[in-house]
């Protein structure tokens, strides 16, 4: 089944709920304060796009099944645009793919995924927006899934986004990757499983800096990365769990060889054989950089570097803090 619909029109709202195989659905809306809600119930290879090129526009798609796309475009230079897609239900479907491309500023956009094998990607190009996603739940019984990944960019300031891998449970593998470009944002994210990797980057080397991050891997194996530009930035990372890695580095800027200033790293590991390295204007010079790391377990390894001045540092290693 085949469906295109054009409507250049300023307020539209569409509807469907098909329940068959190998659907297809392409849907275009022109103007503003137009909405689409759709639903697939079928077992694989369903598709969906929707491109709504106005402002204060709505998305709200669910798909049910295995190997189904989504991909929803917003505002050529609109605003206020909202996306909702949800895919998979609870009984370990997998291999799904969202993408969610918005242009302009306090845009909302947020993916839900059940399952294993899925993709979810949003692009959001400018200030003030939000995205949040979410992977992993299967069979209903608090298992977790595996080899899920979240690609985020977010290219303007005052961005924030909240990501979730197996929240509460336990998976495998899974990734997550977020570029944020400029100052001012924040991403808060949670790993739960063993080989998990997360790479994290906000700000860019000619910014002001000012951004935020709280991250969280538990169980083992996981590696985690965050790259922060510039100055005022804010890093609060765990692992818990055993053979982790921990890398967070602050400060570059203008890519003349001058660091950061302000900025705040605190790493904490529990568990055994773990490592962590934090660099703070790393061959460059900046000031008023602190550093915490706590490291509960055995085994453990840490480096610090710290250039400039005024700098502080607090290192605890021991035995793990009662619970």
Known sequence: MNIKISMPVSVAALAFSLAANAQTIDIVQEGSTNDVQITQ???DANSIEVDQLGTNSGADIFQAGSSQTIAVVQGETGDLNTAFVAQGDIVADTGNTANVTQTGSSNL???????????ATIVQSSDGNLAFLDQGFVNGDGAGADSNTIALTQGGSGNSADL?????????ANLISVDQISDDNAVSFDQEGTLQNAFVVQ????????NSLVGSQSND????????NSSGNSATTQQDGSGNQMFIDQGFVDGVGVGGNGNSATGTQIGNFNSMTINQNLLTEGGSNSATVNQFGDGYDITVDQEGSGHSMTITQGTPPAS
């Open 164 to 172: 979730s891998q197996n929240f509460a449970t336990i998976g495998g």
């Open 203 to 210: 700000g860019d080397i000619g910014g002001d800096g000012g």
């Open 109 to 119: 956009g947020a993916i839900g995924q059940n399952g294993s094998d899925n993709s």
């Open 41 to 43: 119930i079928g077992t």
């Open 221 to 228: 194996s996981n590696l985690l990365a965050v790259g922060q």
